[in-house]
């Protein structure tokens, strides 16, 4: 791997290591379970799987489930799901609301050294009381109840005896600081609701501040990395682990992932599930892990990515074009070439003898020694690309025209010599006669063409459904511009094509395998598949046609 200088977060662990501050480190990955995650999880994921691995410490997968109205057991699945795709294994399983018990305990503790107090104020009240970066806040009338009373009332809460926002316990930290989420936080509230995992055995539950570094805490997180709008969280995350005096857990902060052309918080993308805009969270068109994943990207494409964006200080948008960049990169490794015809014109050979058939052999990857190759069948009438010949060739264009030859793939060098049209003036064949001499691979003619080209045999192609997808959204950050960001949706970022014809290697095509079909792109075969009905996603094509 090419060497690259070490980020902030590397810079901080190899000196906290070097000092032995730690023996060894421990990361998270701490989703919430309310949607399937994205490309900027992906990032986040990368990250702090990627550091354990590289200073050989441990990471955990923990669910953030403290909220209970949000989150559900298939967002669970699909989460672990998706982090073992991309190829980590977590050191342990956690849960949040495996520690509801403890953080309850850590509340008692706070109320009883007078460093918590139930407050019956209604959230109008506490806002009202909150003040501003100019003005300090001022202390609720339940600011200085006895412990006692503080202890019993907090009990009551978990009892279920008042109903949904009628107390909150709050850390009484200091209504003038500087810092407003350091003005006496809630800690928690009431929610009659049940949660996917603790049932109805709870009805109070802890505010993310107070859950998120006691759970580092507990399971000796050492360094517990996550994005920067949590930056004014820090003064109090270290506030509860001293008041606490827990396992010193620190936070650091990087700057979240963004990517042109689309939306990239689960509150938006559950929209457009909702909505219908798209077919699912795995729509290939979606900037979910699961939607790139059908769409073909592979594990290793997402890596790279996230290691070829590193870690910023500083929020930005990153271009699409680069992810892109670095799934073409690894499928043209990996992905065998085949031939496939999206918008066919039947091509008749008129000196090839009617009912023959010939096979060639054709190198499944030119980039894989290992690769192998396959046979293509041949025969007299081929489906060829309609834009692959021009009834009158204009300047440049080396492929099929009245006069004009051209090379295809594996076989024979061909000269076009007349074509029909229908009454809608649409052609509707070619003719053209080959050059028995020029085989691949065996070529006696001396003639060299300057146009290759696809084709599939007529009597062998089979059809397949192929899906064309363009960007999401017409906009490059749709979030940021005026108004409802569905607005900016792209219409056409699906095109399909109902009948292409496929080589009959490819109806072996299994869900998820990926291809190069030849001078089209990368395609995925979809879970929608059938055996006599395939359907191929468009990964993204050969080039980069997005530059402007
Ligand atoms: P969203 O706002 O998209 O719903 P979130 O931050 O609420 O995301 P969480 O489930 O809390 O989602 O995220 C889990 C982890 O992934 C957190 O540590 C979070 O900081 C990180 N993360 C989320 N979105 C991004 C992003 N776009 N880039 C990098 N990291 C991210
Ligand atoms: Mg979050
Ligand atoms: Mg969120």
Not at 116 to 135: C, F, R
Not at 264 to 291: C, F, Y
Request: with cysteine.
């Amino acid at each position: 791997m090419e060497e690259r200088s070490l980020n902030f977060l590397e810079e901080i662990i190899e000196k906290d290591l070097a000092e032995g501050k730690y023996k060894s480190i421990y990361t998270r990955f701490p989703p919430e379970p309310n949607g399937y995650l994205h490309i900027g999880h992906a990032a986040s994921i990368c990250l702090n799987f990627g550091l354990a691995i590289k200073y050989q410490g441990k990471c955990n997968l923990r669910f953030d489930d403290t909220n209970p109205v949000t989150e559900e057991t298939e967002y669970v699945e699909s989460i672990m799901n998706d982090v073992k795709w991309l190829g980590f294994n977590w050191d342990e399983l956690r849960y949040t609301s495996d520690y509801f018990e403890q953080l309850y305990a850590y509340a008692v503790q706070l109320i009883r050294q007078g460093d918590a107090y139930v407050d019956d104020s209604t959230a109008e009240q506490m806002a009202a009381t909150k003040g501003d970066i100019n003005k300090p806040g001022t202390d609720s009338a339940w600011r200085s109840r006895s412990i006692d009373e503080n202890l019993a009332l907090f009990e009551e809460m978990r009892a279920g005896k008042y109903p949904d926002g009628a107390k909150v316990l709050r850390a009484k930290v200091d209504m003038a600081h500087p810092n407003l989420l350091m003005r006496d936080p809630i800690i928690y509230r009431i929610k009659h609701a049940h949660h996917h995992r603790t049932g109805d055995a709870w009805c109070i539950y802890p505010m993310y501040d107070f859950a998120h570094g006691q759970s580092d805490s507990i399971e000796q997180i050492t360094h517990s990395i996550c994005t920067l709008e949590f930056i004014h969280h820090r003064p109090l995350y270290d506030w509860f682990i001293q008041k606490l005096g827990i396992f010193p857990s620190h936070q650091y902060e990087f700057a979240r992932r963004n990517l042109t052309y689309t939306v990239m918080s689960k509150r938006k993308l559950l929209q457009l599930v909702n909505e219908k805009h798209v077919a699912g969270w795995d729509d290939p068109r979606m900037p979910t892990i699961s939607g790139l994943r059908r769409r073909g990207y592979t594990p290793e494409s997402i890596r790279n990515f996230a290691d070829t964006i590193g870690i910023a200080k500083r929020d930005n948008i990153t271009d699409v074009s680069l992810l892109e960049f670095c799934i073409r990169e690894n499928l043209n490794k990996v992905a065998n070439r085949v031939m496939a015809v999206l918008d066919p014109v039947k091509l008749v050979i008129t000196n090839y003898p009617e009912g023959q058939t010939e096979e060639f052999d054709a190198e499944n990857n030119p980039e894989d020694e290992q690769g192998g190759s396959r046979k293509v069948p041949f025969s007299r009438e081929i489906w060829i690309e309609r834009e692959d010949f021009q009834e009158q060739a204009t300047k440049k264009f080396f492929r099929l025209a009245p006069g004009l030859m051209v090379r295809l793939k594996y076989a024979y060098i061909v000269r076009c010599d007349d074509f029909k049209k229908d009454e809608q003036g649409v052609v509707t064949e070619i003719y053209c006669s080959y050059l028995p001499e020029s085989k691949s691979g065996n070529d006696t003619s001396g003639l060299k063409v300057k146009g290759t080209i696809h084709w599939v045999s007529v009597p062998h192609a089979q059809t397949a459904e192929v899906r064309l997808y363009d960007r999401l959204f017409r906009v490059e950050n749709p979030a940021n511009e005026d108004g409802d960001f569905k607005d900016y949706i792209n219409p056409d970022s699906l095109q399909v094509v109902a009948n292409a014809y496929i080589e009959p290697a490819l109806t072996q095509a299994q869900p998820g395998d990926r291809f190069q079909f030849l001078r089209k792109g990368y395609f995925c075969a979809d879970k929608d598949s059938t055996p006599g009905h395939l359907v191929f996603n468009r990964t993204v094509g050969l080039k980069d046609s997005w530059a402007k």
